[in-house]
């Protein structure tokens, strides 16, 4: 559940700082243009991912070979990304559905279960590389900046994002508290608290023209923010999760002398 929200929350996010990014810059930031440059970019970026995403299951049917099936997902994630990106529409929901549609189709069998395995391996490496580069390029960024001079404004901005944060958390939660889809009380309290802002943040903040208004200071406020969400929110994750019983107190796992050894 958090994993999926997630995803959800960053691709929303990202159609709409490039929409928005767009339509400032070609001076047509009105409420019309904005929804409807919004409308076409997600539905656009769908259909791009879906293309993508159903040729490379038909391809990666014909083979059992786990390195090949590796390389179908890779050119599922870039492919979609370039299509949607050469129409003008969202490359980020285009590899995001591309990546849901060979997910979630085990029952197709497309893929062998040493494929999925290594698929899954691959790209989880593959994530962790490129948030330890996004992390290492804005580290060497804020060397020469002055991160001390916005420290009161990232803190107004970090109590406004908690606060959007349990509005929309909360909010959205209560809509289903009657149904069989309710979330529990200490799941929407990890839902809050586990919102971290990390690499798209950073990466979207970099992204900004270097001539855009104020951007040293939107830069280095983004950092303050992410320093805040994983330093404070990460490290206080685990607590949580065992005050609100969501995992055992004492949840760890005693090896063998053999393995400590080792």
Not at 67 to 87: D, K, P, Q, R, W
Not at 127 to 146: C, E, K, P
Request: with cysteine; charged share 10%.
């Amino acid at each position: 559940m958090v994993e999926s929200e997630s995803l959800l929350n960053d691709g929303t996010v990202a159609v709409l700082y490039g929409v928005a990014l767009a339509a400032t810059a070609g001076g047509t930031a009105t409420v019309g243009g904005i929804t409807g440059s919004f409308l076409l970019t997600v539905v656009g970026g769908i259909i791009c991912g879906g293309l993508v995403g159903g040729a490379v299951l038909l391809l990666a049917g014909r083979t059992e070979d786990h390195l090949v099936e590796i390389t179908f997902s890779t050119i599922a994630a870039y492919g979609s990304f370039f299509l949607a990106e050469h129409f003008h529409v969202s490359g980020v929901l285009a590899t995001l559905t591309a990546g849901v549609l060979i997910g979630n189709t085990a029952s197709l069998g497309a893929f062998s279960k040493r494929g999925r395995d290594a698929v899954v391996w691959f790209w989880e490496y593959a994530g962790f590389v490129a948030n330890s580069l996004i992390f290492l390029l804005i580290g060497l960024r804020m060397v020469t900046q002055d991160i001390l001079s916005v420290i009161p404004l990232a803190a107004l901005v970090v109590f406004l994002l908690l606060l959007g944060r349990a509005v929309a958390v909360y909010g959205c939660c209560g809509l289903f508290a009657g149904s069989g889809r309710r979330v529990s009380a200490p799941h929407q309290h990890l839902l809050f608290w586990g919102g971290l802002r990390g690499a798209l943040a950073l990466a979207l903040a970099l992204g900004l023209p270097a001539d855009f208004p104020k951007h040293d200071t939107i830069v280095s406020v983004a950092f303050a923010v992410v320093a805040f969400s994983v330093i404070v929110q990460g490290l206080t994750i685990t607590p949580l999760l065992k005050g609100l019983g969501v995992m055992p107190k004492d949840s760890g796992v005693k090896k063998p002398a053999a393995d400590l050894d080792r």
